[in-house]
């Protein structure tokens, strides 16, 4: 069973995606990662994630590069993710990993939910069940600058609706696997939800989907 769950940066996706793992018992892959990695190192590298070759290079070599977490959470690796994500090689190079995991997860489990831009789209087209997870750019920049306070002491949310917004534009006009909405999946719009409405909706959606299998 493979639940694709895509959207924008900050809509909620990667805690629901998380819950739906634990209430379905599946596995989990949060692809945000694995471009956020590429673009990361490649900065700590003092390279430029706009270099195509290198950033191909780079997306190759993934299964070498460990980072820290907080050091792949940070604003400076979603850009960085974000450029490298652009580039259709890099795309090429990671998903053969994100289908593998789709088709064979780690552990005793029956499926996967699989978080990113694309899952529904271009990785998993016959996912059982898709959602589109959106929000306003400014509850999104809210969440976020709540998120940075309370992990950095300090934010700016001028700054960061500035970088979602840039962000945001990148993802959805890049020709590479553009961030778009599959024809198949359901919209859930959580600008006015809480995280816990949000979970409870998402379950409702996917019940339905799988339904109708
Ligand atoms: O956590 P957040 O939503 O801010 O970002 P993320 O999901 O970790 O993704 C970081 C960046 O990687 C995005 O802005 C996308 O450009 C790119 N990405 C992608 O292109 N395709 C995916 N399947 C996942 C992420």
């Known amino acids: 069973m493979i639940i694709a769950v895509d959207g924008p940066a900050a809509s909620g996706k990667g ?8 209430h379905y018992g599946l596995g989990y892959l949060d692809t945000g990662s694995l471009y956020r990695r590429v673009g990361m190192g490649m900065v ?9 070759k290198l950033a191909k290079q780079a997306a190759l070599a993934l299964s070498a590069t460990e980072l820290p977490d907080e050091q792949i959470r940070s604003e ?13 090689a890099v795309r090429a190079a990671l998903r053969a990993y994100q289908q593998g995991f789709a088709s064979n997860p780690p552990g005793d489990v029956k499926g996967a ?24 750019l400014e509850t999104r920049a809210e969440r976020r600058y709540l998120e940075l306070l309370k992990r950095e002491g300090a934010a700016d949310y001028t700054q960061i609706e500035a970088d979602l917004a840039a962000r945001d534009e990148r993802d959805a006009n890049r020709s590479a696997s553009p961030l778009i909405q599959a ?11 809480d995280i ?9 959606l996917v019940d339905a989907c799988l339904a109708q299998r």
């Open 15 to 22: 805690t629901i995606a998380r819950r739906l793992a634990t």
């Open 44 to 52: 700590l590298r003092g390279e430029d994630p706009a270099d195509e």
């Open 76 to 88: 400076q690796a979603g850009a960085a993710a974000s450029i490298v994500a652009a580039n259709q």
């Open 113 to 136: 939910v699989i978080d990113g831009r694309d899952i529904g789209t271009v990785i998993c087209p016959g996912a059982d069940a898709k959602l589109f997870v959106t929000a306003s």
């Open 183 to 193: 024809e198949d999946a359901c919209l859930l719009d959580t600008t006015k939800l």
């Open 196 to 204: 816990e409405a949000a979970v409870a909706e998402a379950k409702a």
